[in-house]
């Protein structure tokens, strides 16, 4: 996965429950960003990060959170999660992709990361 | 903001055949990115191609190319020698070179949903 992963791959949890997921890369690429799937919507972006503890929002970024202590590092957080945060996450990086379309204007995504809020 | 549209949510190709994919655009900038990313069943998000929009050579890779027309805002895709192995969904995204205020983010259309018959 080009150097993102992405953990848990698949998690169900319970309304109100906290929620952590990570992603992880091995590319020292210092813009990063979590991005959530749902049908009819396409890929929305929820946070970004663009350096160690430098974030902000995306477009539907209400009850999440996000931190980047380290380079590799970005933490996407529900603090309480609710069903209407059941979705796919996917992180992203800028960066790398393909050997044919590579270079710092693409992203490259990790596997995702499918969340059930029962 | 800008927004992208897609306004086919579903497309079928026989094999062999050639399909044309539709994205529209809004936006006030007059240098940016274009992109149609791939997600096939796995759910990986693969970048297909990508047009920078000072270049008026429409992108090409391999079978894929693209019909980019800056001034209607349009950036459709053709798939030539459709193959079962495009069935996928295909995103179109924008980027803005303005990376202050936008973080390099991509914006996306809601997708098309191609299937391909053999």
């Known amino acids: 996965d080009a150097g993102i992963t992405q953990s848990p791959r698949h998690k169900v949890t319970e309304t109100g429950t906290p929620v952590t997921l990570r992603c992880h890369q091995t590319?020292?690429?210092?813009?990063m960003y979590w991005y959530r799937q749902d049908p009819g919507h396409g890929l929305r972006l929820i946070h970004y990060s663009y350096g160690v503890k430098d974030t902000d929002k995306g477009e539907v970024s209400d009850g999440y959170s996000v931190s980047r202590s380290k380079t590799e590092d970005f933490l996407l957080t529900l603090e309480s999660a609710t069903s209407s945060q059941t979705s796919v996450y996917f992180c992203?990086?800028?960066?790398?992709?393909?050997?044919?379309?590579?270079?710092?204007?693409?992203?490259?995504f990790g596997a995702g990361s499918r969340l059930t809020v029962l | 903001a800008q927004t992208v549209t897609q306004s086919q949510p579903e497309m079928s190709v026989q094999e062999a055949e050639t399909v044309t994919l539709s994205c529209t655009y809004d936006?006030?900038?007059?240098?940016?990115?274009l992109f149609w990313y791939k997600q096939p069943p796995s759910r990986q998000m693969i970048l297909v191609i990508r047009q920078e929009a000072y270049k008026q050579q429409n992108a090409t890779e391999n079978r894929f190319s693209v019909n980019f027309q800056k001034a209607a805002k349009s950036f459709s895709l053709k798939i030539s020698d459709s193959q079962l192995g495009d069935a996928a969904m295909y995103f179109c995204?924008?980027?803005?070179?303005?990376?202050?205020?936008?973080?390099?983010?991509?914006?996306f259309g809601e997708g098309t949903q191609l299937t391909v018959n053999p």
């Open positions: 995204a924008y980027r803005s070179p303005r990376r202050e205020t936008s973080g390099s983010r991509l914006t």
């Open positions: 936006t006030s900038e007059s240098d940016y990115y």
């Open positions: 590319e020292n690429h210092r813009y």
């Open positions: 992203a990086i800028r960066g790398i992709s393909s050997e044919n379309l590579s270079g710092a204007n693409v992203l490259t």
